[in-house]
């Protein structure tokens, strides 16, 4: 699968969830690695964003460090 298309299918997953339908995120792929930037409004939703795009075939690696989150009091 090319970059393209992987990221095209993550981010086809990601609005057709109920939980992360409402995020807005930008999907990028290199090499089967993801890397999705964006803003979450709680660690709930960094974690359906990594439990749906773990779970696209073609995921090989994931990188969440621009997935912005609320910080922990």
Do not use: C, Q, W, Y
């Given at each position: 699968?090319?970059?393209?298309?992987?990221?095209?299918?993550?981010?086809?997953?990601?609005?057709?969830?109920?939980?992360?339908?409402?995020?807005?995120?930008e999907v990028f792929a290199k090499e089967r690695a993801v890397r999705i930037v964006g803003s979450a409004s709680n660690m709930?939703?960094?974690?359906?964003?990594?439990?749906?795009?773990?779970?696209?075939?073609?995921?090989?690696k994931l990188n969440l460090d621009e997935l912005a989150s609320p910080v922990r009091s």
């Amino acid at each position: 699968m090319d970059d393209l298309a992987l990221a095209s299918r993550v981010r086809m997953e990601l609005a057709l969830h109920e939980a992360t339908s409402h995020l807005e995120v930008e999907v990028f792929a290199k090499e089967r690695a993801v890397r999705i930037v964006g803003s979450a409004s709680n660690m709930r939703d960094v974690d359906d964003v990594r439990r749906l795009a773990v779970a696209v075939p073609g995921v090989e690696k994931l990188n969440l460090d621009e997935l912005a989150s609320p910080v922990r009091s």
